[in-house]
């Protein structure tokens, strides 16, 4: 190790400015050695394993941000230990944010990123020129059989991707194999996206059962599954693409731009789904601008993810969500689609001529 082999970390915390420089310094060590620095003896983990107070800066409002160094090695390059090295004991102070972390050359070779990206997602729906349309199969409790007839509607409506609602996973009135089967028999050659769950063998037979049915595309919830386990499908599937759920992704205090936007795109997520402004949840415009941007701009060796803003949306907002977000994205419309019931094809169509037909500035 030496000095330079560092990355930066970013937290936002609630401080006075009389305690400010104590509270980096704590983190700096709590995110490092986790130890009193009197209690340690050898010089070359001071000077090279401890975190570093790289700058402080007052936003105002009782708010600082304070950047730690901290030591690449300690992360292992595995996924799991970088999210612990960057936030995880201090993700138990209630009054700190993790707000940023730059990633460095050597960890973003290890992790690899999306192993196809915006441009493989378009490859698989043949759809250029155009924002990707997307709806979810629900509700919980529904046979294989009466799923795959909500498939073959949407597929009739021209849909590019459908995906399982995250909350289906291997349970007795669905059974994964026999969910994939009915399902991927139902949709041609639209996408179906099945969502993985269990530990990381159970994983591991669920692509493998998906890819014997000519599927290429799972569904996954990093923080549900595990970083570890991520970066460990990805690396072992090159040919499956993964679109990143973000369930339980608001029960720390990680930016949402940070953690959907960019650490789940190094994880290797070729899409990331996030909930837009204005529908169920309580993200702002600036939020999703920020994370739209992050999963798209350029990045050394990094793929770009395509954003893919969700979560109670509706036909009549599909022009300004175009607008938003540009061609490089996937409009996410799930229930109100399937409460078009027996008109569910119909209504269907229409959001995928809506997205056809719109002229992006």
């Given amino acids: ?111 690899g990123g999306p192993r196809h990206g915006i441009e493989g997602l378009r490859h698989r729906a043949h759809a250029y020129g155009r924002a990707l349309t997307c709806s979810a199969l629900k509700p919980q409790g529904v046979a294989p059989a009466r799923l795959a007839e909500l498939a073959r509607q949407f597929t009739g409506g021209g849909i590019d991707f459908i995906k399982d609602d995250h909350g289906l996973a291997d349970q007795a009135y669905s059974p994964f194999a026999a969910r994939v089967a009915a399902i991927a028999d139902a949709v041609g050659d639209t996408r179906y996206v099945p969502s993985l769950s269990g530990n990381l063998d159970m994983m591991r037979g669920q692509v493998d059962t998906a890819r014997a049915h000519g599927i290429d595309t799972v569904l996954i919830a990093p923080m549900i599954a595990g970083w570890a386990t991520m970066q460990a499908l990805v690396q072992q599937y090159p040919d499956v693409a993964f679109i990143a759920h973000p369930s339980m992704g608001g029960a720390a205090r990680i930016a949402p731009d940070l953690l959907i936007g960019k650490l789940f795109r190094l994880l290797g997520a070729d899409a990331v789904i996030f909930p837009n402004h204005g529908g169920r949840f309580g993200y702002s415009a600036e939020t999703c601008s920020r994370l739209a941007d992050r999963a798209r701009a350029p990045w050394d060796g990094v793929r770009s993810s395509l954003p893919v803003p969700a979560g109670g949306m509706t036909l009549d907002r599909v022009p300004e969500m175009l607008d938003f977000y540009g061609a490089d994205a996937m409009l996410l419309i799930g229930g109100s689609l399937l409460a078009a019931r027996e008109r569910l094809a119909e209504e269907t169509a229409r959001f995928t001529r809506a997205v056809a037909q719109h002229s992006y500035r």
């Fill in 1 to 111: 190790m030496n000095e330079a082999a560092r990355f930066s970390v970013t937290y936002r915390i609630r401080s006075d400015a009389a305690s400010i420089e104590a509270r980096a310094q704590a983190i700096a060590v709590e995110q490092s050695v986790e130890m009193p620095l009197s209690a340690i003896v050898e010089a070359e983990i001071l000077r090279d394993v401890v975190g570093v107070v790289e700058a402080i800066e007052d936003r105002g409002d009782g708010n600082y941000d304070a950047t730690i160094g901290l030591a690449t090695a300690t992360t292992g390059m595995e996924a799991g230990q970088l999210l612990n090295m960057v936030y995880g004991n201090t993700s138990l102070h209630e009054d700190v944010l993790l707000l940023d972390v730059e990633v460095p050359p050597d960890i973003v070779s290890a992790f």
